[in-house]
């Protein structure tokens, strides 16, 4: 006998499937709005009811009642609901952690990874009354003690703005951290509302790698789509913003495509700068009324045809997308 279900959490639609009593699969959909996360959901289980499943109550072991901790401290729910997922689970988890020097309510934990994602540090910023919290992680190749503190200065009198019921806030730093000038501050529904919706992440950003008016979606893809914006590694390359929409044709069809005649994409969606590149290649073979258009951080859109491509657009294109950062 085989199980389904769903959940939805905003934006998100949650699903798992698998045999009663064995192993269980799951994923999860990020989609543009709460409206078409809504349709999703229902699609879904009218699929489900089609194809014989029938509507039971859900079992397990349920958490605590929301009211039971609605006071507690983060470090409390997180015990806790780390406790419950195993037990003795929580001694592993916050070993290592220590308290970081002229940094009150803040933790940092050193991860000595030789392979895989490589060292890191991982900092757990609490707000003063200790009920919710931030978290973010440096890469040790660039992570610099004198950025981290300025850093720190900044985010921790501001740990609530990231709770105020928007995903996202891009906060201008008044100077310079690094090479960074705004500072990100992503609600709990971005950390995938981790312990209750209590941990909320921020992290240093350029001006040209989030825009102002992007959607929750838009920075979820930014933060965690394919090919996104490596947030951890400080002594990154700028990650502009780079939204595409295109129609491009050839009545010959596109050698690069397999003699495929037409790709199109009809909003603007995040892109790798490969994508980008290979647009511009196809754009060179294509044919009239076909279009290539880059929206940058500033939702500013650059219109390209065949006939606006020349030696020096590939450094146009790059002033575009980097604005101030360039």
Not at 13 to 21: E, S
Not at 22 to 38: C, F, N, P, V, Y
Not at 235 to 256: A, I, Q
Request: hydrophobic share 35%.
């Amino acid at each position: 006998m085989r199980h389904w279900q769903i959940s939805r959490d905003g934006i998100r639609c949650h699903m798992a499937w698998g045999q009663v009593g064995g192993r269980t699969q799951g994923m999860s959909m990020t989609l543009d709005d709460e409206e078409h996360a809504e349709r999703h959901l229902r699609k879904k289980i009218s699929e489900k009811r089609r194809q014989g499943y029938v509507e039971v109550a859900a079992v397990g072991t349920a958490a605590p009642a929301a009211g039971v901790m609605a006071d507690a401290k983060l470090l409390d729910v997180m015990r806790t609901q780390e406790e419950q997922r195993r037990e003795g689970a929580w001694a592993g988890y916050w070993a290592g952690y220590e308290p970081v020097e002229g940094q009150e309510g803040v933790f940092t934990k050193f991860h000595d990874f030789a392979a895989g994602p490589g060292p890191f540090h991982e900092y757990l910023v609490l707000s003063a009354d200790e009920r919710r919290g931030l978290h973010f992680v440096v890469k040790a190749p660039g992570h610099d003690p004198g950025q981290v503190a300025a850093f720190l200065d900044f985010v921790r009198p501001r740990v609530e703005v990231a709770f105020d019921g928007r995903s996202h806030h891009k906060v201008a730093l008044p100077s310079r951290i690094g090479q960074f000038d705004h500072v990100l501050f992503c609600a709990p529904s971005l950390n995938h509302y981790r312990y209750g919706g209590r941990l909320g992440t921020v992290l240093p950003i350029l001006g040209c790698e989030i825009a102002d008016e992007d959607t929750e979606t838009l920075v979820e893809a930014r933060l965690r789509g394919r090919h996104s914006m490596p947030s951890t590694t400080w002594d990154r390359e700028p990650c502009p913003v780079l939204d595409l929409r295109f129609d491009l044709r050839s009545e010959h069809g596109f050698e690069l495509l397999g003699g495929r005649t037409a790709l199109r994409e009809k909003t603007f969606k995040v892109y790798p700068r490969s994508m980008l590149d290979r647009g511009l290649r196809l754009l060179s073979e294509a044919g009239q009324g076909s279009r290539l258009e880059i929206r940058n951080h500033r939702r500013d859109v650059l219109a390209l045809t065949r006939a606006d491509l020349e030696r020096g657009t590939p450094a146009e294109i790059d002033r575009f997308l980097l604005g101030d950062s360039a």
